[in-house]
């Protein structure tokens, strides 16, 4: 019996729809080639890579126990504000408007990490004896986070040096006008500290003009154990 053109339509796909199901049975999967013919083009499948995973402030790695993590970002130029996470908590930020041209710093218990407070210090228009101020009463233990946006460094006297020098800072002797400066430190530290970095106003080398690249440091600090009473 010859077919005639609708009845062999139907059989056609008859066939077509048994092959399918045949091909699911035996192997296990949707055949893409049959799905694109009744649903139009499939989606190719795509490789998803595995996503890293995220530690506090974004560290590649997890602190050890008894261990604050931190990142710090000096700023860039004068257009982009500095930042400061410690616990995966946002101290300075531009987000949080409490930036500053000068030294951008965060003071927080080195034994829980808890933030005692922030505060800017203009170091081009501002005084000094704010800063001056500041530092001076810090309570032993108290870590001392900063960074630079802008310039950090014209107005920084003898003393205000010496004081970041007694937290742990070699860097500060030498800071110039608009160099870039990440550091943190503590009150009562007995060596100079791991975590600092200095980059040097140079019209020869500065990635934007008139001032050097941002700096970025991360890392783990441990806790200060309680003070005997």
């Not at 048994?18 to 499948?45: D, H, K, M, R, V």
């Not at 922030?118 to 704010?130: L, Q, R």
């Not at 630079?148 to 003393?159: I, P, R």
Request: proline fraction near 5%.
């Amino acid at each position: 019996m010859r077919l005639t053109g609708p009845l062999r339509m139907v059989v056609l796909l008859l066939l077509v729809g048994l092959c399918w199901l045949l091909g699911n049975t035996f192997f296990g999967g949707e055949n893409s080639y049959i799905l694109g013919l009744f649903g139009g083009a499939s989606e190719q499948p795509t490789s998803v890579e595995a996503r890293p995973r995220r530690y506090k402030c974004g560290l590649s790695a997890p602190c050890p126990a008894k261990h604050l993590a931190f990142r710090i970002v000096s700023g860039a130029a004068n257009v982009i504000g500095p930042k400061i996470c410690l616990e995966d908590k946002m101290l300075i930020s531009s987000v949080k408007d409490n930036v500053g041209r000068g030294l951008n710093i965060a003071l927080a218990n080195g034994v829980t990490g808890e933030l005692l407070g922030t505060k800017t210090f203009d170091m081009w228009a501002g005084d000094v004896s704010d800063l001056l101020k500041y530092l001076r009463p810090l309570h032993e233990g108290t870590l001392v986070f900063v960074t630079s946006f802008d310039d950090a460094a014209t107005k920084l006297n003898d003393e205000a040096r010496k004081l970041f020098e007694e937290l742990g800072s070699t860097a500060v002797k030498e800071l110039a006008f608009r160099d870039s400066w990440v550091f943190v430190g503590a009150k009562g530290i007995e060596n100079k500290s791991p975590f600092e970095q200095r980059m040097k106003n140079s019209k020869t080398s500065n990635k934007y003009e008139g001032w050097p690249e941002s700096l970025e440091m991360d890392g783990c600090i441990p806790i200060r154990p309680p003070l005997v009473t």
